[in-house]
T-cell receptor
Framework: KQEVTQIPAALSVPEGENLVLNCSFT??????LQWFRQDPGKGLTSLLLIQSSQREQTSGRLNASLDKSSGRSTLYIAASQPGDSATYLCAVSMNRDDKIIFGKGTRLHILP | DAGVIQSPRHEVTEMGQEVTLRCKPISGHNSLFWYRQTMMRGLELLIYFNNNVPIDDSGMPEDRFSAKMPNASFSTLKIQPSEPRDSAVYFC??????????FGPGTRLTVL
Protein backbone atom coordinates (compact mmCIF):
# COMPACT_ATOMS: atom_id res chain seq x y z
CA LYS A 1 0.00 0.00 0.00
CA GLN A 2 1.41 3.35 -1.06
CA GLU A 3 2.13 5.79 1.74
CA VAL A 4 3.19 9.39 1.30
CA THR A 5 5.06 11.17 4.08
CA GLN A 6 5.92 14.82 4.41
CA ILE A 7 8.42 16.01 6.98
CA PRO A 8 8.41 18.40 8.74
CA ALA A 9 4.73 18.95 9.46
CA ALA A 10 5.40 22.65 9.99
CA LEU A 11 8.21 25.03 9.09
CA SER A 12 8.93 28.70 9.81
CA VAL A 13 11.51 30.52 7.70
CA PRO A 14 12.59 34.19 7.52
CA GLU A 15 11.59 36.03 4.37
CA GLY A 16 14.11 35.89 1.55
CA GLU A 17 15.54 32.49 2.38
CA ASN A 18 15.54 29.57 -0.01
CA LEU A 19 13.87 26.47 1.37
CA VAL A 20 13.19 22.84 0.57
CA LEU A 21 10.10 20.81 1.39
CA ASN A 22 10.40 17.04 1.43
CA CYS A 23 8.10 14.25 0.31
CA SER A 24 8.74 10.51 0.42
CA PHE A 25 6.70 7.58 -0.86
CA THR A 26 6.99 3.87 -0.14
CA UNK A 27 6.21 2.39 -3.58
CA UNK A 28 8.49 3.74 -6.30
CA UNK A 29 6.27 2.51 -9.17
CA UNK A 30 4.43 5.81 -9.46
CA UNK A 31 2.82 7.25 -12.59
CA UNK A 32 3.33 10.86 -11.56
CA LEU A 33 3.76 13.15 -8.58
CA GLN A 34 1.99 16.43 -7.94
CA TRP A 35 2.64 19.30 -5.55
CA PHE A 36 -0.29 21.37 -4.32
CA ARG A 37 -0.69 24.50 -2.26
CA GLN A 38 -3.59 25.08 0.11
CA ASP A 39 -4.32 28.41 1.75
CA PRO A 40 -6.34 28.43 5.00
CA GLY A 41 -10.01 27.84 4.33
CA LYS A 42 -9.41 27.38 0.61
CA GLY A 43 -9.18 24.56 -1.88
CA LEU A 44 -6.03 23.04 -3.32
CA THR A 45 -4.10 24.66 -6.14
CA SER A 46 -1.91 22.52 -8.36
CA LEU A 47 1.65 23.86 -8.46
CA LEU A 48 3.70 21.33 -10.39
CA LEU A 49 3.15 17.90 -11.93
CA ILE A 50 6.12 15.61 -12.58
CA GLN A 51 5.67 12.56 -14.77
CA SER A 52 7.50 9.40 -13.74
CA SER A 53 9.90 9.80 -16.67
CA GLN A 54 10.88 13.31 -15.61
CA ARG A 55 13.35 14.41 -12.98
CA GLU A 56 12.17 17.94 -12.33
CA GLN A 57 9.71 20.68 -13.19
CA THR A 58 10.04 24.42 -12.71
CA SER A 59 7.53 27.21 -12.41
CA GLY A 60 8.79 30.65 -11.45
CA ARG A 61 10.48 30.45 -8.06
CA LEU A 62 9.38 26.85 -7.60
CA ASN A 63 11.34 23.78 -8.60
CA ALA A 64 10.19 20.23 -7.93
CA SER A 65 12.50 17.27 -8.30
CA LEU A 66 11.72 13.57 -8.43
CA ASP A 67 13.94 10.61 -7.57
CA LYS A 68 11.76 7.59 -8.17
CA SER A 69 14.30 4.97 -7.19
CA SER A 70 14.74 6.45 -3.73
CA GLY A 71 11.06 7.34 -3.35
CA ARG A 72 11.65 11.05 -2.83
CA SER A 73 10.59 14.40 -4.15
CA THR A 74 11.54 17.89 -3.06
CA LEU A 75 9.91 21.25 -3.63
CA TYR A 76 12.43 24.08 -3.70
CA ILE A 77 11.18 27.62 -3.13
CA ALA A 78 13.64 30.38 -3.96
CA ALA A 79 13.67 33.78 -2.29
CA SER A 80 10.67 33.04 -0.07
CA GLN A 81 7.99 35.69 0.45
CA PRO A 82 5.27 36.08 3.09
CA GLY A 83 2.75 35.25 0.36
CA ASP A 84 4.27 31.78 0.13
CA SER A 85 2.83 30.98 3.57
CA ALA A 86 0.44 28.05 3.08
CA THR A 87 0.24 24.29 3.43
CA TYR A 88 2.05 22.38 0.72
CA LEU A 89 0.85 18.88 -0.13
CA CYS A 90 2.55 16.18 -2.13
CA ALA A 91 0.50 13.51 -3.91
CA VAL A 92 1.36 10.49 -6.06
CA SER A 93 -0.60 8.57 -8.65
CA MET A 94 0.05 4.91 -9.38
CA ASN A 95 -1.80 4.64 -12.69
CA ARG A 96 -2.92 6.88 -15.50
CA ASP A 97 -6.57 6.95 -14.44
CA ASP A 98 -6.12 6.13 -10.81
CA LYS A 99 -6.66 8.02 -7.64
CA ILE A 100 -3.85 10.02 -6.10
CA ILE A 101 -2.55 9.50 -2.59
CA PHE A 102 -1.82 12.58 -0.51
CA GLY A 103 0.70 13.30 2.19
CA LYS A 104 -0.53 15.24 5.21
CA GLY A 105 1.28 18.36 4.10
CA THR A 106 3.88 20.78 5.42
CA ARG A 107 2.52 23.99 6.91
CA LEU A 108 4.91 26.75 5.86
CA HIS A 109 5.12 30.14 7.53
CA ILE A 110 7.35 32.83 6.05
CA LEU A 111 8.31 35.38 8.66
CA PRO A 112 8.32 39.01 7.43
CA ASP B 1 -13.22 27.79 -17.92
CA ALA B 2 -14.59 28.60 -14.47
CA GLY B 3 -12.80 25.66 -12.89
CA VAL B 4 -14.45 23.05 -10.70
CA ILE B 5 -17.64 24.43 -9.21
CA GLN B 6 -19.06 23.25 -5.92
CA SER B 7 -22.25 24.14 -4.13
CA PRO B 8 -23.13 25.06 -1.54
CA ARG B 9 -19.95 26.64 -0.18
CA HIS B 10 -21.20 26.33 3.38
CA GLU B 11 -23.83 24.06 4.86
CA VAL B 12 -25.05 23.94 8.44
CA THR B 13 -27.57 21.27 9.27
CA GLU B 14 -28.90 19.31 12.19
CA MET B 15 -28.07 15.73 12.94
CA GLY B 16 -30.33 13.34 11.08
CA GLN B 17 -30.96 15.61 8.13
CA GLU B 18 -30.09 14.74 4.55
CA VAL B 19 -27.23 16.68 3.00
CA THR B 20 -26.52 16.90 -0.73
CA LEU B 21 -23.30 18.36 -2.05
CA ARG B 22 -22.94 19.22 -5.71
CA CYS B 23 -20.05 19.40 -8.13
CA LYS B 24 -19.57 20.50 -11.71
CA PRO B 25 -16.21 19.34 -13.09
CA ILE B 26 -14.12 21.16 -15.65
CA SER B 27 -15.53 20.60 -19.11
CA GLY B 28 -13.68 17.81 -20.92
CA HIS B 29 -12.30 16.19 -17.79
CA ASN B 30 -13.23 12.53 -17.56
CA SER B 31 -12.35 11.75 -13.95
CA LEU B 32 -14.05 13.16 -10.87
CA PHE B 33 -13.00 12.74 -7.26
CA TRP B 34 -14.73 13.43 -3.93
CA TYR B 35 -12.49 14.12 -0.91
CA ARG B 36 -13.07 14.92 2.73
CA GLN B 37 -10.63 16.99 4.78
CA THR B 38 -10.45 17.24 8.55
CA MET B 39 -7.73 18.40 10.90
CA MET B 40 -7.40 14.95 12.41
CA ARG B 41 -7.36 12.80 9.26
CA GLY B 42 -6.13 15.18 6.59
CA LEU B 43 -7.36 14.73 3.03
CA GLU B 44 -9.17 11.45 2.37
CA LEU B 45 -10.45 10.18 -0.96
CA LEU B 46 -14.07 9.06 -0.66
CA ILE B 47 -14.89 7.96 -4.19
CA TYR B 48 -13.86 8.60 -7.75
CA PHE B 49 -15.51 8.25 -11.14
CA ASN B 50 -14.03 7.69 -14.56
CA ASN B 51 -16.26 8.45 -17.55
CA ASN B 52 -19.20 8.74 -15.12
CA VAL B 53 -18.65 5.22 -13.73
CA PRO B 54 -17.67 4.76 -10.06
CA ILE B 55 -14.26 3.13 -10.01
CA ASP B 56 -13.30 3.03 -6.34
CA ASP B 57 -15.66 3.77 -3.47
CA SER B 58 -13.57 2.09 -0.80
CA GLY B 59 -13.11 5.41 0.95
CA MET B 60 -16.82 5.97 1.51
CA PRO B 61 -17.08 5.70 5.29
CA GLU B 62 -20.53 4.19 5.66
CA ASP B 63 -23.74 3.34 3.86
CA ARG B 64 -24.98 6.76 4.89
CA PHE B 65 -22.76 8.16 2.14
CA SER B 66 -23.65 7.82 -1.52
CA ALA B 67 -22.41 9.48 -4.69
CA LYS B 68 -23.75 9.70 -8.21
CA MET B 69 -22.56 11.02 -11.52
CA PRO B 70 -25.54 11.02 -13.89
CA ASN B 71 -23.60 12.77 -16.65
CA ALA B 72 -20.17 14.16 -17.45
CA SER B 73 -20.95 17.60 -16.06
CA PHE B 74 -22.53 16.87 -12.70
CA SER B 75 -22.00 14.82 -9.56
CA THR B 76 -23.58 14.68 -6.12
CA LEU B 77 -22.43 13.41 -2.76
CA LYS B 78 -25.27 12.66 -0.37
CA ILE B 79 -25.19 11.97 3.35
CA GLN B 80 -28.36 10.51 4.83
CA PRO B 81 -28.75 10.75 7.77
CA SER B 82 -26.00 13.19 8.69
CA GLU B 83 -24.09 12.99 11.97
CA PRO B 84 -21.86 15.51 13.80
CA ARG B 85 -18.76 13.48 12.93
CA ASP B 86 -19.45 14.14 9.26
CA SER B 87 -18.50 17.78 9.81
CA ALA B 88 -15.60 18.51 7.47
CA VAL B 89 -14.67 20.26 4.26
CA TYR B 90 -15.69 18.25 1.22
CA PHE B 91 -13.74 18.81 -1.98
CA CYS B 92 -14.50 17.79 -5.52
CA UNK B 93 -11.71 17.52 -8.07
CA UNK B 94 -11.55 16.63 -11.74
CA UNK B 95 -8.79 15.55 -14.08
CA UNK B 96 -8.05 14.49 -17.60
CA UNK B 97 -5.61 11.65 -18.45
CA UNK B 98 -2.16 12.57 -17.10
CA UNK B 99 -3.91 12.92 -13.81
CA UNK B 100 -3.30 16.55 -12.93
CA UNK B 101 -6.16 17.15 -10.56
CA UNK B 102 -7.93 20.46 -10.24
CA PHE B 103 -9.85 21.12 -7.06
CA GLY B 104 -13.01 23.03 -6.36
CA PRO B 105 -13.26 25.54 -3.50
CA GLY B 106 -14.88 22.98 -1.20
CA THR B 107 -18.07 22.78 0.84
CA ARG B 108 -17.69 23.37 4.56
CA LEU B 109 -20.24 21.12 6.27
CA THR B 110 -21.23 21.55 9.88
CA VAL B 111 -23.61 19.02 11.41
CA LEU B 112 -25.00 20.14 14.75
Amino acid sequence: KQEVTQIPAALSVPEGENLVLNCSFTDSAIYNLQWFRQDPGKGLTSLLLIQSSQREQTSGRLNASLDKSSGRSTLYIAASQPGDSATYLCAVSMNRDDKIIFGKGTRLHILP
Amino acid sequence: DAGVIQSPRHEVTEMGQEVTLRCKPISGHNSLFWYRQTMMRGLELLIYFNNNVPIDDSGMPEDRFSAKMPNASFSTLKIQPSEPRDSAVYFCASSFPLNEQFFGPGTRLTVL
